[in-house]
């Protein structure tokens, strides 16, 4: 795998003020990158445009879930053999897409993840009610991947063939689905899911649309849901990896 057979997916929801940013970043390591627009208010699709991106715009909005599989649906019928999800937000650090290549490469992970906890990788504060959630989270999707995940709802990843296909038919679209609940389901089914650490900056525009309680609520939700096999499915298990 390498940066010709990658493409960077950037789900993007009236993410103006950062977009060119995110854009400008990624490109600048040598990445291709295609913005889903979700339905934006703003200007998002066309400062993307202009900023030199590909830009598929979605005619409502899906929710994060949606616009990532429409991405990664993109990546499959275009011939892509991997992607990496970032944020429109700016928070996530481009230089470190080479750092999820290589560990992927390394390891044959079909997922990499990006941790903003693992061995110090970034000092973010969080309420004590989002941690108590999150420390939930990182135990049960340990258990479900077999080895030691501290940031289960991380958005920034890599995904490679033959799980990016999966996806591609199948990803949940609602909150801690196309995170938490997908790194679950690949863990249960046997697909390989490790995590290197990743720098985190705070949001600079806009602010996050979940409250802690909200947040919390969301947590226990997502358990329900993957604890009684309510999540959505991935149609086979892993096979072994020829390359």
Same mark, same amino acid.
């Given at each position: 795998m390498n940066r010709q057979n990658l493409l960077v997916v950037v789900p993007a929801l009236n993410e103006q003020e950062?977009?060119?940013? /995110?854009?400008?970043? =990624?490109?600048? /390591?040598?990445?291709? =990158?295609l913005v889903v627009d979700d339905g934006s208010s703003d200007e998002t699709y066309s400062i993307a445009k202009r900023s030199g991106a590909q830009v598929m715009e979605l005619s409502m909005n899906l929710g994060v879930g949606g616009a990532l599989q429409s991405g990664f649906a993109y990546a499959v019928a275009n011939g892509f053999d991997a992607v990496v999800q970032v944020d429109g937000d700016d928070q996530h650090s481009a230089e470190s897409i080479e750092k999820l290549i290589a560990a992927a490469n390394s390891t044959n992970a079909d997922m990499v993840v990006g941790s903003r906890f693992l061995d110090g990788a970034s000092s973010m504060k969080l309420p004590i009610v989002r941690r108590i959630g999150m420390a939930i989270l990182r135990i049960y999707a340990s258990r479900s991947c077999r080895t030691k995940i501290t940031d289960s709802s991380s958005g920034f990843r890599l995904i490679r063939n033959p799980l990016l296909a999966e996806f591609a038919k199948s990803f949940p679209s609602h909150y801690l689905g196309d995170t938490f609940e997908a790194l679950t389901v690949s863990g249960k089914k046997n697909y390989k899911v490790i995590e290197i650490p990743a720098p985190f900056r705070e949001r600079q525009f806009g602010k996050s649309s979940s409250t802690s309680l909200l947040s919390l609520f969301l947590v226990f939700r997502a358990l329900f849901v993957v604890t009684f096999g309510l999540h959505f499915r991935l149609s086979k298990n892993s096979q072994t990896r020829a390359d």
């Open positions: 950062s977009i060119s940013a /995110v854009i400008a970043a =990624v490109k600048s /390591v040598g990445f291709q =990158v």
